[in-house]
């Protein structure tokens, strides 16, 4: 009898290592927790089937309402979609270099303000912000607009044919901005404020304060001439935010940081003691994801993706080189010693520079107001300081000095309406308006918001004993880093 020969059984592979790629996946499956179990398989299988049922759904519900996209439509939002995100990235800037050059013992503080105030920021701008500043309709006539909450997302089939903006774009982006006009009052009221009353004083910025007077240089009029901002129609130049972002920001930051009153130490009678910040290493990489984020601050401001976009983003990057290379041949001359952080405030301040020109500066201006701006950001810093105004991190400077600069900088160097290229005062005039009349609207009004938080909450500054401690401690219970002893005070 013969005794058939049962073919040897191959070993499974204990290790992923071993196995072949037919026998990989279901290895791998096997090793993760629960897929062994065949119920977990099945509805793991039907995560793929329910997504494709819930595409197909999108795409029916919208098919028979809008056209086939466009390729100008899906490179105008994808462009400031992108933009928009490089933007809110900026928040990551601002964080790094104020806590860098702020003390070790009020790090987390400000990291926290960073991270809030932009969750903020989005909140209150997509309740009633943006609806302000771009969608109600005008109680007064290119001066105010009210009424409403949200905005309406529908993308309707013109927008596509058109190649325009769809609606929730264009909120991301201009959130951004409005997030950015917060974080700089961080920057001045750094180290003394009460954590809650600058988030209640946020709120009422973005929902309300910067609209108004955003709105007054970004509605542009119809084909009839009609229904824009007041400073718009007056013909007043601020492309990308100078004055209408970074001025008002920091605005309403140094009325805070007036009423606060110095941090302890800052003033010995008409001495001024240098408080260094605690990790510069941090603020120098705050500085360059600035930069980086200024890409699509000023580029992204020209809302579509046109031949304009780079030349805009070269003149970003000129003005912001001159500004650095200034600001340390300056602080060379006036202190013996090139200063790092005089460098990252002038290179910031190159940027502020052009921000309100930058698409109708020549190449050669560009460079030439971030130089200009990186001369006055240095001796700015020593003004502020001699009126014994306590700005930890220069932000008045950067972003107030520079962005009056930067507004002034368009009646003289724009290239078809500017004084210095043969068109006349004018131009200037409008400029200096603008300057003057969101300047007093943004210290007026915080200066109100900030005077009703004090006396409802029993002043806007931590105690003696708290500031002395650290806010890491006294607002927050924690401290940035644990595993080393502090040696600031």
């Given at each position: 009898m013969t005794i058939a020969t049962q073919a040897p059984r191959q070993r499974r592979p204990k290790r992923l290592s071993e196995a072949s790629l037919l026998e990989a996946p279901p290895l791998l499956l096997h090793r993760i927790r629960g897929m062994s179990n065949s119920r977990t398989l099945t509805w793991m299988a039907c995560v793929p089937l329910a997504l494709f049922g819930l595409g197909?759904?999108?795409?029916s519900a919208h098919a028979a309402d809008l056209p086939e996209l466009t390729p100008a439509f899906l490179a105008n939002n994808m462009f400031l979609f992108v933009c928009a995100v490089l933007v809110i990235f900026m928040n990551a800037g601002f964080a790094m270099v104020e806590a860098g050059m702020c003390r070790q013992k009020n790090a987390v503080n400000i990291l926290a303000k960073n991270l809030i105030v932009f969750a903020l920021a989005v909140t209150a701008y997509w309740f009633i912000g943006y609806k302000i500043m771009y969608n109600a309709d005008w109680v007064i006539p290119g001066v105010l607009k009210f009424g409403g909450v949200f905005f309406d997302p529908t993308v309707t089939p013109e927008m596509v044919t058109d190649g325009a903006l769809v609606p929730s774009i264009d909120f991301l982006f201009q959130a951004a901005f409005a997030g950015t006009a917060a974080t700089i009052v961080s920057g001045l009221v750094a180290e003394r404020i009460k954590f809650v009353e600058f988030v209640i004083?946020?709120?009422?910025?973005?929902g309300i304060l910067?609209?108004?007077?955003?709105?007054?240089?970004?509605?542009?009029?119809?084909?009839?001439?009609?229904?824009?901002?007041w400073l718009n129609s007056l013909g007043f130049i601020d492309f990308a935010g100078s004055t209408v972002v970074h001025s008002f920001g920091a605005w309403a930051g140094v009325v805070g940081a007036v009423l606060l009153g110095p941090r302890i130490g800052k003033f010995a009678g008409d001495k001024t003691q240098a408080i260094p910040g605690h990790n510069l290493s941090i603020a120098t990489l705050g500085c360059l994801i600035l930069w980086i984020g200024w890409y699509g601050f000023n580029p992204g401001s020209w809302l579509s993706m046109a031949p304009e976009v780079p030349y805009i983003a070269v003149t970003t990057t000129l003005g912001a080189a001159g500004g650095g290379i200034a600001s340390t041949i300056v602080s060379q001359f006036t202190s013996g010693k090139p200063d790092l952080t005089m460098t990252i405030n002038g290179i910031l301040a190159g940027l502020v520079g052009v921000t309100a020109g930058c698409d109708g500066f020549s190449m050669p201006a560009s460079w030439v107001v971030g130089f200009?701006?990186?001369?006055i950001v240095v001796f700015s810093v020593s003004f502020i300081d001699s009126l014994k105004i306590d700005d930890p991190v220069g932000a008045f400077s950067v972003h107030g000095t520079c962005g009056i600069w930067a507004t002034l900088a368009v009646g003289l160097f724009n290239t078809d309406k500017g004084l210095l290229t043969g068109n006349g005062f004018g131009q200037l005039g409008i400029q200096i308006l603008g300057v003057v009349a969101i300047g007093l609207f943004a210290i007026v009004s915080s200066w109100i918001v900030w005077s009703v938080l004090g006396a409802l909450s029993g002043g806007i500054r931590v105690t003696e004993a708290e500031e002395v401690e650290g806010l890491d401690i006294s607002e927050h219970g924690m401290e940035a880093y644990p595993d080393f002893a502090s040696t600031s005070s």
């Open positions: 197909v759904f999108n795409l004083f946020s709120l009422v910025l973005v910067y609209p108004i007077s955003g709105s007054w240089q970004w509605n542009f009029p119809d084909d009839a001439g009609a229904g824009g901002g200009i701006a990186g001369v």
